[in-house]
Structures are given as structure tokens and as C-alpha cells.
């Protein structure tokens, strides 16, 4: 259990650097010069990140009833079921094939919630909910993260022999971190990534968000014997390893998760604005607060599933008031992610909607 209580959100926890304005335009800027590279290489654009989707799967999420007060609040107020799109991807700008290994990371798109919408000028009523397989993100702000956008044309199509043999070196770093109990984001972030099969990983959204009053980060991870039988289960070392490994599971099965919220009992330990730091877990503890279950179908459609992979767009910022996003990665993310919209809406000549929850 918790040792402290849930701290109240108030304004003056965000603290807004004076360059990171600056910064934020120029991450729009060369993410928007790659978006369009990309695009005019394979004639096609895509996502700045998390660019190749490996499934596209349909699935249920039911809000448990008779949370503790500290956790039923915005949409765990109260018990309900919401229709949820999911989209697996893996977070490079390009579409690398498997074999150059990278996180693991899943969106969930809620269909028709209640509640006020942080951004009334958007269209629909879903929520969205970006997660990737570390508790961390690897930066811990945008003025960081522009160091690394040098990496973005290196993240795309291209010299793929070479790349793989530098994620296999990282795959081995990474594994004698592991071995010794320890994990390093970073290692992972550039090729290090144990191939491993992405039902069996937790995934973790790594920046906070509002939660009601409070401030939060959130949680899926994977609980129905099918899927927790996959936990370290190795990936072979094909171009769409991913791709195939879900479509043969979710062929014969299905599969059910808890979505789990940590609470911020401490800000020092638990800042708002450093991405990059791990909320201690024995300050306070993932607690499940919905559980989300898949049935058995097809994860990938030759033919749909691109339609809709043009079609839709997952945003952090696409949500109801009560689970605003805070902090400066997500402040960034606001801005990096309309550029990709825009772009990807305009080369493509397909807009982006918002889908029903038909």
C-alpha cells in the first residue's frame, strides 16, 4: 500500500523552461523536414514516430467498479465499458525491418467517453493513451531531445546490414545489463531492444498525466495465462517478426489486461518535468483500475488495416480535461504531433478522423 497521499495538481508544479518554446519549434521543424524525406523516398508518408504498426485490433475496456475515492476519478469514476482500438508499432520513423530491434510500443484509442474535452475544437469523443514497453522515457525534455534529432534520418530505410549488426552488439549489452538485475532505456532506445514477443511486455506511458485532481502515469500489462506465458518469450529475426507473431496469436486467442494507475505521492522523487525519471513504485503502486480484453481475430489485414493506419492518429492530447497530459515532453508532443497530422493528412491526400465507436 501507499505511504502517502495522492498530492493535488496545481499549475505551478509545470515549470516552463524560457527556451523550451524555441526548442518545441524547432523539433516541429526537423521532424516535419523527415516526416516529408520519408515521404518523398517511399512515396508514401507516414508517422514522424512510431511510424510501422504491427496490428490494429479491436477490444473492450471495462472500468472496475468500487475503486478506492483516490482512483475513481475522469473516466474511472464510475463503472462502464468503452470500445478500444489498439494499434502496435515500433517507435522509429522508418519501417525498419525486426531484425534492427527498437521498443515495443502500443496506442489505445477509448471510443465515445463522457466528460468534458480538454480541447473542445476537436472532433470526436475518444481518449487516447500512447504506451511503450519502459517506465522511463529516454530524455528528460525537449531541449534534450533535440541532441537526438541528428538520429532521425539514421532511423529511417537504408543501410539496413549495418544496422542490424549494431542492434545485435546492443542486444548483448543490453542482455549483461539485464542479467545483473539492471535496464538501460538508452541501450534499448538504439537497437538494443531484447527481441522479445511484444504480448508478453507491460507497457507504461512514462510521462504523467492529470487524474482528476491528482497527477498520474499509467500502466497495461498483461494478465490472462495466454499472454503472461509469453513473457520473455524470444522473437525470430524477420522483417515483420512482430507483425506475424500477433497475427498468429490473436488467430487462435485472445487475451486480457489490466490498465493500472501510479498516483504521485512525492514530487521530488516523482517530478512532472524530467521524463526521463522512474517513479519509484514503492512511493506508490500500479493499481489496477480497468481491465481491457481482446477476443480472437485478425490483427492485420493485407488490404484495411494501411487504409486505417492513414486514417487515424493516436495523440496524447486527444482527451478529456480530467487526463490532461503534463510536463515538457508532452508539451512537445502537442506541437510534434499536429505537424505529423498535417503532413501526413496533406501528401497522402487521406484526412484524419477520429473513428465512431461502430
Same mark, same amino acid.
Given at each position: 500500500?501507499?505511504?502517502?497521499?495522492?498530492?493535488?495538481?496545481?499549475?505551478?508544479?509545470?515549470?516552463?523552461?524560457?527556451?523550451?518554446?524555441?526548442?518545441?519549434?524547432?523539433?516541429?521543424?526537423?521532424?516535419?523536414?523527415?516526416?516529408?524525406?520519408?515521404?518523398?523516398?517511399?512515396?508514401?508518408?507516414?508517422?514522424?514516430?512510431?511510424?510501422?504498426?504491427?496490428?490494429?485490433?479491436?477490444?473492450?475496456?471495462? &472500468?472496475?467498479? #468500487? $475503486?478506492?475515492?483516490?482512483?475513481?476519478?475522469?473516466?474511472?469514476?464510475?463503472?462502464?465499458?468503452?470500445?478500444?482500438?489498439?494499434?502496435?508499432?515500433?517507435? *522509429?520513423?522508418?519501417?525498419?525491418?525486426? #531484425?534492427?530491434?527498437?521498443?515495443?510500443?502500443?496506442?489505445?484509442?477509448?471510443?465515445?467517453?463522457? #466528460?468534458?474535452?480538454?480541447?473542445?475544437?476537436?472532433?470526436?469523443?475518444?481518449?487516447?493513451?500512447?504506451?511503450?514497453?519502459?517506465?522511463?522515457?529516454?530524455? *528528460?525534455?525537449?531541449?534534450?531531445?533535440?541532441?537526438?534529432?541528428?538520429?532521425?534520418?539514421?532511423?529511417?530505410?537504408?543501410?539496413?546490414?549495418?544496422?542490424?549488426?549494431?542492434?545485435?552488439?546492443?542486444?548483448? &549489452?543490453?542482455?549483461?545489463?539485464?542479467?545483473?538485475?539492471?535496464?538501460?532505456?538508452?541501450?534499448?532506445?538504439?537497437?538494443?531492444?531484447?527481441?522479445?514477443?511484444?504480448?508478453?511486455?507491460?507497457?507504461?506511458?512514462?510521462?504523467?498525466?492529470?487524474? #482528476?485532481?491528482?497527477?498520474?502515469?499509467?500502466?497495461?500489462?498483461?494478465?490472462?495465462?495466454?499472454?503472461?506465458?509469453?513473457?520473455?518469450?524470444?522473437?525470430?529475426?524477420?522483417?515483420?517478426?512482430?507483425?506475424?507473431?500477433?497475427?498468429?496469436?490473436?488467430?487462435?486467442?485472445?487475451?486480457?489486461?489490466?490498465?493500472?494507475?501510479?498516483?504521485?505521492?512525492?514530487?521530488?522523487?516523482?517530478?512532472?518535468?524530467?521524463?526521463?525519471?522512474?517513479? *519509484?513504485?514503492?512511493?506508490?503502486?500500479?493499481?489496477? &483500475?480497468?481491465? $481491457?480484453?481482446?477476443?480472437?481475430?485478425?490483427?492485420?489485414?493485407?488490404?484495411?488495416?494501411?487504409?486505417?493506419?492513414?486514417?487515424?492518429?493516436?495523440?496524447?492530447?486527444?482527451?478529456?480535461?480530467?487526463?490532461?497530459?503534463?510536463?515538457?515532453?508532452?508539451?512537445?508532443?502537442?506541437?510534434?504531433?499536429?505537424?505529423?497530422?498535417?503532413?501526413?493528412?496533406?501528401?497522402?491526400?487521406?484526412?484524419?478522423?477520429?473513428?465512431?465507436?461502430?
Amino acid at each position: 500500500m501507499r505511504s502517502n497521499s495522492p498530492i493535488a495538481y496545481s499549475p505551478a508544479f509545470e515549470t516552463v523552461r524560457k527556451d523550451e518554446v524555441e526548442a518545441i519549434r524547432t523539433l516541429q521543424n526537423a521532424f516535419a523536414t523527415s516526416t516529408h524525406r520519408l515521404a518523398e523516398a517511399r512515396g508514401h508518408a507516414c508517422r514522424a514516430v512510431h511510424a510501422k504498426g504491427h496490428a490494429i485490433l479491436r477490444g473492450t475496456l471495462t &472500468v472496475i467498479d #468500487g $475503486l478506492p475515492a483516490d482512483y475513481a476519478q475522469g473516466l474511472f469514476a464510475a463503472a462502464g465499458r468503452y470500445g478500444v482500438l489498439l494499434r502496435w508499432s515500433s517507435p *522509429p520513423a522508418g519501417h525498419l525491418p525486426d #531484425g534492427i530491434s527498437t521498443p515495443r510500443a502500443v496506442a489505445l484509442k477509448l471510443l465515445e467517453v463522457p #466528460g468534458e474535452r480538454l480541447e473542445q475544437d476537436r472532433p470526436g469523443r475518444s481518449q487516447d493513451f500512447l504506451l511503450v514497453n519502459a517506465p522511463a522515457f529516454a530524455l *528528460p525534455d525537449p531541449q534534450s531531445l533535440l541532441l537526438a534529432t541528428a538520429l532521425l534520418p539514421a532511423s529511417a530505410e537504408g543501410f539496413e546490414g549495418g544496422k542490424k549488426a549494431f542492434s545485435a552488439v546492443m542486444r548483448g &549489452v543490453e542482455g549483461a545489463i539485464e542479467a545483473l538485475g539492471g535496464m538501460s532505456v538508452k541501450i534499448k532506445g538504439i537497437g538494443g531492444e531484447p527481441q522479445r514477443h511484444p504480448l508478453g511486455e507491460t507497457y507504461y506511458s512514462q510521462t504523467p498525466f492529470l487524474y #482528476g485532481p491528482y497527477m498520474a502515469k499509467f500502466a497495461l500489462a498483461p494478465v490472462s495465462a495466454s499472454l503472461l506465458a509469453l513473457g520473455g518469450v524470444k522473437l525470430g529475426s524477420g522483417d515483420d517478426a512482430q507483425r506475424e507473431a500477433l497475427a498468429a496469436h490473436f488467430a487462435e486467442q485472445g487475451g486480457e489486461w489490466e490498465l493500472r494507475v501510479q498516483l504521485c505521492t512525492d514530487l521530488d522523487r516523482m517530478p512532472l518535468e524530467d521524463a526521463s525519471k522512474e517513479w *519509484p513504485q514503492e512511493l506508490s503502486p500500479y493499481v489496477a &483500475v480497468a481491465r $481491457l480484453v481482446l477476443d480472437p481475430q485478425q490483427s492485420w489485414d493485407p488490404v484495411a488495416s494501411p487504409r486505417l493506419e492513414d486514417e487515424m492518429a493516436f495523440d496524447p492530447w486527444n482527451c478529456v480535461a480530467a487526463h490532461r497530459p503534463l510536463g515538457a515532453i508532452n508539451r512537445a508532443r502537442r506541437e510534434v504531433m499536429k505537424v505529423s497530422r498535417e503532413v501526413r493528412a496533406s501528401f497522402n491526400r487521406c484526412p484524419i478522423h477520429e473513428p465512431s465507436g461502430d
